[in-house]
């Protein structure tokens, strides 16, 4: 049996901020944590809305069936069309703290040259690396992994995963699509994955980014990982603050880790 596209869209017509939470799917079903976190994040979203009284709209784009990088380009468009002002990408193998949206609508109005606003999760597999890049190497064509930074402040960084990932319209409004796919090398008859999707975007777009490490979610496999498993697993200590340093030599060692596993 072919799965068929699916597309659940539902739009307000207030005026004001739009903000579109657009989720491309493609498991069996929803996890619970996933379904729990995210109505607590849109209660509390529209209590903070209505003690501020900020002119928000949330809407919701829930889309399966197809492709990842196809699922998030085809909500863009249909953003576009729909006069949205920000988009908030979600994954449904996650959970977000439930003051999400008012950090990150925040974090834009204290930094209004900002394009972009990306939580802070890792990878689902050992050393569970941050899914954030501190730099876009040009002549190597990828990204410097954000192995070390505060955790007390937002820092820049120019690529993030779209887990848990905001972003102006704008960004879509000055580039062209797609916005998002898939780069792979060829060699003969086997193919490697070079850059997901998320990178791509992030690469082409180029957009102004901060990463709030307040906004620490959950990746979901077997069980949740967050940043807490990166400091467990590579032996960090964090600081009373929260921030922590790294040698070379652990950088190094964590790097090589992540390599290994994702071959």
């Known amino acids: 049996m ?19 939470i657009c989720i491309p799917h493609n498991y069996s079903h929803f996890e619970k944590s996933f379904v729990v976190s995210l109505i607590e994040l849109i209660v509390y979203t529209n209590f903070w809305i209505q003690k501020t009284k900020r ?17 998030r380009n085809n909500l863009v468009k249909i953003c576009l069309d729909n006069n949205q002002t920000h988009i908030l990408f979600l994954d449904s193998d996650m959970a977000f703290p439930r003051n999400t949206i008012q950090r990150m609508i925040e974090d834009f109005e204290d930094n209004p040259k900002i394009e972009a606003v ?20 040009k002549d190597k064509d990828n990204f410097s992994v954000a192995g070390q930074f505060p955790m007390d402040k937002l820092f820049k960084v120019e690529g993030a995963g779209t887990g848990c990932l905001m ?13 998002f796919s898939f780069e792979e090398i060829t060699k003969g008859a086997i193919s490697k994955m070079k850059m997901g999707e998320d990178l ?10 901060l ?41 190094k060692a964590i790097g090589e880790t992540h390599k290994n596993n994702f071959r």
């Not at 709209?57 to 492709?67: M, N």
């Not at 791509?200 to 980014?209: Q, V």
């Open 2 to 20: 072919v799965k068929k596209e699916r597309l659940s869209i539902l739009f307000c017509s207030a005026k004001g901020m739009k903000i579109a």
């Open 167 to 179: 972003v102006k319209i704008d960004v879509f409004k000055r580039t062209t699509a797609p916005w």
């Open 55 to 71: 002119g928000i709209e949330i809407s919701f784009l829930v889309q399966d069936g197809l492709k990842l990088d196809v699922m």
């Open 200 to 209: 791509y975007f992030c690469k082409k777009a180029k957009p102004l980014m």
């Open 118 to 137: 990306t939580g802070l999760y890792t990878w689902k597999k050992p050393p569970f690396i941050p899914h954030v890049y501190s730099k876009y190497n």
């Open 211 to 251: 990463c709030d490490p307040r906004i620490i979610c959950e990746h979901f496999a077997a069980r949740a990982y967050s940043i807490k498993d990166y400091f467990s697993f590579n032996k960090i200590k964090p600081k009373k603050n929260g921030n922590f340093v790294l040698t070379k030599k652990q950088i």
